[in-house]
């Protein structure tokens, strides 16, 4: 099956740049989302990707994808408190008509003063 | 409504009872999604509804889980005699179906089988 990998956990320091990083295995993904969840809530859209680009910035967040090592990563400029949270990187399965998201265990972002 | 809502927000059962999970959709959303999400890890998928029809149901993970949707609206997850390992939260989702998709999110039910 397809499967996303993230790395758990990541500390930075506020006003620092904070790089959050995903592997995915379907080379067929034709977009690439990047979600945030907030203690207690649910998740939330941040941005996605279309697969033939490489790189899509919007304000403080930019990401950029390696479709031929199947990375893609999320860069926040200006790391503040308030984007504590956890990160989710999902791809795109096609799978009975519809396109599934396959969501990675979520990386777990802390900012410090 | 404004956005997803779930209900109950927070469920404590007993082992082998059966609890009823509600979703509330956006309005006009065809689409609708259950997930799972345990402690440290990632969102499992459930199921899929189309409107009313459950063309993946790939995710669920036994015959003691269940789903409907009526009215092409409000979806409730079924889970029959409960185990500790079906405590996590459960997510359920919206959308348009549409390509690139957005998902919009309930705050989800936190399920917890003493």
């Known amino acids: 099956g397809e499967d996303v990998e993230q790395s758990l956990f990541l500390s930075v320091r506020e006003g620092d740049s904070s790089v959050i990083n995903c592997t995915y295995t379907d080379s067929s993904s034709t977009y690439l989302y990047w979600y945030k969840q907030e203690p207690g809530a649910g998740l939330q859209l941040l941005t996605y990707i279309f697969s033939n680009m490489d790189m899509k910035q919007d304000q403080r967040l930019t990401v950029l994808l390696n479709k031929k090592d199947k990375h893609l990563s999320l860069r926040i400029a200006d790391t503040q408190t308030g984007d504590s949270a956890i990160y989710f990187c999902a791809e795109t399965e096609l799978s009975g008509g519809y396109n599934k998201l396959i969501f990675g265990a979520g990386t777990r972002l802390a900012v410090h003063p | 409504g404004a956005g997803v809502s779930q209900s109950p927000s927070n469920k404590v059962t007993e082992k082998g009872k059966d609890v009823e999970l509600r979703c509330d959709p956006i309005?006009?959303?065809?689409?609708l999604y259950w997930y799972r999400q345990s402690l440290g890890q990632g969102l499992e998928f459930l199921i899929y509804?189309?409107?009313?029809?459950?063309?993946?149901k790939s995710g669920l993970p036994s015959d003691r889980f269940s789903a409907e949707r009526t009215g092409g609206s409000v979806s409730t997850l079924t889970i029959q005699r409960t185990q500790q390992e079906d405590s996590a939260v459960y997510l359920c989702?919206?959308?348009?179906?549409?390509?690139?998709?957005?998902?919009?999110f309930g705050p989800g039910t936190r399920l917890t089988v003493l």
């Open positions: 309005s006009g959303h065809t689409a």
């Open positions: 989702a919206s959308s348009l179906d549409l390509v690139p998709d957005t998902q919009y």
């Open positions: 509804f189309q409107g009313n029809s459950a063309p993946d």
